[in-house]
């Protein structure tokens, strides 16, 4: 068999752990011959490819980013979707002229979307979940999330010591769109006070009364862990908007950090090097039973697969009563209400 790897989307710590899981088990295991897929899917179609050997897969487990390069694919997508100048054509040619027999998809959500229409048009995917959010429907857990909770963490960590000092109240935005997970599982972690996720939304005023009740229990300073994706005013950014009500709603001094790609970027953790290097794994083992058009997955303990077309267009979001927060809010941590 031929199979050639791509990895598409947002980068995230351990991708390279699971181009390398994926490569390795074909070559060694499986006597397979691999291919890397530069910048994502349309690799392929600009036959933007390397011949992957074991040699060159050594060094990388611990590797921040991918060594592929990637994009983010929602135009290309679209422009499959429609064929636009016979684009799904030119792909589905050249994916035959490479003569691949299965083209490993490493991405997000927006990956498994696109692997989903290739499979529909008629290509062998396999799809490998990645991201830091921890929101790709199917699968309990993604890579990349654990790092990013360890980064986001030992930010917070680091505000509590000058926040207190200064009595203030600091603000921190960390990354999650749709999803609160880094929020929640950081916030959590890191000790915040007031944890903002989009799932939940606030209410400013509680979030004050409660700023301000902490100060009168004589805990002058706060930490606000706030989801980038939590809806505020259109021109305003999130951390900056949440500093200043606060400030003009308790009249305690607020500062703001955003900590943004900061939680992407560098060495993933042992644990997600792990998750990784099973993921990779399993989805070879995938591609030699032909259980094409599949996403690796972890249900529970193990690692299991789901159809693409399951996952496609869902998103796993945080819900109202997941025991983080039902235990949070026992312990008098403020959720936005
Ligand atoms: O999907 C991962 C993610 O890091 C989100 O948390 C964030 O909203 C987005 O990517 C940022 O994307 P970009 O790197 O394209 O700005």
Known sequence: MKIGILTSGGDCPGINATIRGVGKTAMMNFGMEVIGIHSGFKGILNEDIEPFTERSLSGILNLGGTILGTSREKPFRKLLQSN???????LLEKYHELRLDCVVCIGGNGTMKTANVISDLGMNVIGVPKTIDNDIWGTDMTFGFNTAVNIATDAIDRL?????????????????????????????AGGGDVILLPEIGYDMDKINEFILG?????????????????????????????????????????????????????NPSPFDRNLATQLG??????????????????NGNKIDSIPLSEVANKLKLVEPDNDLIVQGKRMGINFGW
Not at 84 to 90: K, M, P, R, Y
Not at 283 to 296: D, I, P, S, Y
């Open 84 to 90: 636009t100048d016979g684009v799904a054509d030119q």
């Open 160 to 188: 509590h010591s000058t926040a207190s000092s200064h009595k203030r109240v600091m603000v921190i935005e960390v990354m999650g769109h749709h999803a609160g997970w880094i929020a929640l599982h950081a916030g959590m």
């Open 214 to 266: 902490r100060a009168e229990k004589g805990k002058p300073y706060s930490i606000v862990v706030v989801a980038e994706g939590v809806k505020i005013p259109e021109d305003k950014k999130t951390a900056e908007f949440f500093a200043k009500e606060i400030n003009k709603g308790t009249g305690i001094e607020t500062r703001e950090t955003v900590l943004g790609h900061i939680q992407r970027g560098g």
């Open 281 to 298: 794994g399993h989805a070879t083992e995938l591609a030699t039973k032909k259980m094409f058009g599949r996403m690796v997955c972890v």
